[in-house]
């Protein structure tokens, strides 16, 4: 079985946070990032019955038949909530595909997924190897979009509050950035390490990384929030301290980098379950899995009501499916 460390589990479920922040759509606040710490508290509960299950000998991998399943179409669904945001943000950083229409959006896609096909075909590890070195070149190319904008920021935004009801509001948006928490929980238990450093790890990182494009995107947009379809974008465009910068190429780069490594991180575990549950086809597990991907993301994109609905609901169905684990394994002791 390939394994991947606690750092690169957590790197790969930070890519996949990433690229979900970058996709945020409407006006953010400071109650944002409130709303955002406390849907991960949430994610973070959810998950101690996963490290229940690991420290009792077992996660997701190795829970059975129907268990393995419903972790794959969890990890699929995401995946294609993922397309959905990737189709969503596209034209807003310049991805030239709206002049061929549908055609274009799908040209898109499949160049993403050809490209998370190419990274997990190599197994858990190469998925964890590009992860690690993808998270420290988006953190890097984070931190310096963060230092420009702080030249073109204003300390008064983060006063702003722009809807009576955000916190709630934003309670259930921070609750569905769960891509991540669903990478750690389908491989945690294949690290090797012990589950709460994997899932500790994760946590503080995602906190940290919340917190900050959140505040960041406030501080430089917080002027214009109103206008911001997708706010962490503009706020990536107008920071331009110098008139030769082009600081959104930058971005550009980052966001482009966290798709593929994000489709990758929930393609990966997804593909080799699927190989667990269908040895006959475990040869075109990965294909296989990046077309449903892809399926999903078309209905998410048509749907956007049921793609929320998705991503709200997972921290629950992970909390039930390994619950019901753990709940089995003490009824069996």
């Not at 931190?143 to 934003?170: C, H, K, Q, Y």
Request: charged share 10%.
């Amino acid at each position: 079985m390939n394994r991947l460390s606690g750092r690169q589990l957590a790197a790969a479920a930070l890519v996949t946070d990433a690229f979900t922040l970058f996709c945020l759509r409407g006006g953010l606040s400071a109650v944002s990032a409130a709303g955002f710490l406390a849907g991960a508290l949430v994610q973070l509960l959810a998950l101690l019955p996963v490290i229940g299950c690991i420290s009792a000998g077992g996660g997701l991998f190795s829970s059975g038949r129907i268990v393995s399943g419903a972790a794959v179409l969890l990890l699929i669904g995401w995946g294609g909530a993922l397309f959905a945001m990737l189709w969503r943000t596209s034209g807003v950083v310049f991805i030239p595909w709206e002049s061929h229409g549908p055609f274009g959006e799908l040209l898109v896609g499949a160049a993403l997924a050809g490209a998370a096909l190419y990274v997990t075909s190599g197994g858990l590890r190469t998925l964890g190897r590009c992860a690690a070195v993808a998270a420290v070149i988006g953190g890097l190319c984070l931190l310096g979009l963060m230092l420009s904008a702080a030249v073109s920021s204003e300390v008064e935004n983060l006063a702003i509050d722009r809807t009576a009801d955000s916190f709630p509001r934003e309670f259930l948006r921070g609750l569905s950035l769960s891509g991540g928490s669903l990478v750690i929980s389908s491989m945690a238990e294949l690290t090797g390490e012990s589950p709460k450093r994997s899932v500790g790890r994760y946590f503080a990182g995602k906190a940290i990384l919340g917190t900050s494009v959140i505040l960041t995107s406030v501080l430089v947009a917080g002027g214009v929030m109103e206008l911001a379809g997708f706010p962490v974008v503009m706020a990536a465009q107008l920071s331009q301290p110098f008139s030769s910068q082009r600081i959104d190429s930058l971005f550009l780069i980052v966001f482009s980098v966290c798709g593929v490594f994000g489709a990758a991180a929930l393609a990966a575990p997804a593909a080799e379950l699927t190989g667990r549950l269908f040895p006959k086809l475990r040869r075109f597990r990965s294909v296989i899995v990046l077309a449903l991907m892809l399926a999903a993301g078309l209905f998410f994109a048509w749907s956007e009501t049921a793609g929320r609905v998705f991503t709200i609901g997972t921290p629950a169905a992970v909390f039930l499916l390994s619950a019901g684990v753990w709940l089995k394994r003490r009824a069996g002791a």
